[in-house]
């Protein structure tokens, strides 16, 4: 029986010293609080990582240029020139185009007095064009004008002295019956060219047509028109 008057007041003795001692240990290591909130433990502060902010600096914009009122009207003229050399580039036929096409035109539909007058207002503004009075000689040794178109060869032939213009001129006299004329126009172009066949082809016709006597290929012997035709015929080729 006197064991337990002493084991009760002990084990009072021992619980409050625990207590006591879990009271001051408790809050020194963190624990529970004993006075404080239930259960609320302490974190330690976790540092925020410091972002640097990048600063941003605006650029200014490039001025504009100024432009006064004289300026603008002086560029205003150069957008019209530009527009109009596009416009310009679009294809028209020249002047000589359209000559060229009236004369065609006009001969395709036997207009001959419409190509002729076409030729003679173009030679009138533009003189001594080889390429028009040629053109003009031959439309009128087709007409009744034949004296006007053996004008326009001598015109060709003082401009341009071509052997082909010469051949072409003969050819228009022998065609007309102007027989010395031709054959004077044929002994120049032997004299250029003895052995051009058809000059003394051509020159045996104007002399036998004519009822001359002189021989194609040599100005100075005599001979029949038939001995001159079996020359031609000899001479040219088969």
């Not at 084991?7 to 001051?24: E, H, T």
């Not at 016709?205 to 001979?223: D, E, V």
């Amino acid at each position: 029986m006197a064991a337990r008057k002493w084991y009760s007041p002990a084990l009072i003795f021992a619980v409050v010293v625990i207590s006591a001692g879990a009271a001051f240990t408790i809050p020194s290591i963190l624990g529970w609080h004993i006075w404080g909130p239930v259960g609320r433990r302490s974190t330690p502060a976790v540092a925020k990582p410091v972002v640097q902010k990048r600063v941003v600096t605006a650029q200014p914009a490039p001025a504009q240029p100024t432009v006064n009122s004289g300026e603008v009207s002086s560029a205003a003229p150069k957008v019209a020139v530009k527009t109009s050399a596009k416009a310009a580039r679009k294809w028209a036929p020249s002047e000589r185009q359209r000559l060229r096409d009236a004369v065609y035109l006009a001969g395709k539909d036997n207009r001959l007095s419409d190509a002729i007058s076409a030729l003679e207002a173009w030679d009138a503004k533009h003189p001594r064009d080889p390429e028009v009075i040629r053109e003009l000689a031959r439309l009128l040794a087709r007409s009744p004008r034949t004296d006007d178109a053996f004008v326009r060869y001598r015109e060709l032939l003082a401009i341009a002295p071509l052997t082909s213009t010469r051949e072409e001129y003969a050819a228009a006299l022998l065609a007309l019956q102007q027989y010395d004329s031709a054959a004077a126009n044929y002994r120049i172009l032997i004299a250029a060219d003895s052995t051009s066949t058809s000059a003394h082809l051509g020159l045996a016709r104007a002399l036998a047509w004519s009822n001359k006597s002189r021989a194609p290929w040599s100005i100075r012997q005599r001979s029949s028109p038939a001995r001159s035709r079996r020359w031609a015929a000899r001479t040219l080729p088969t």
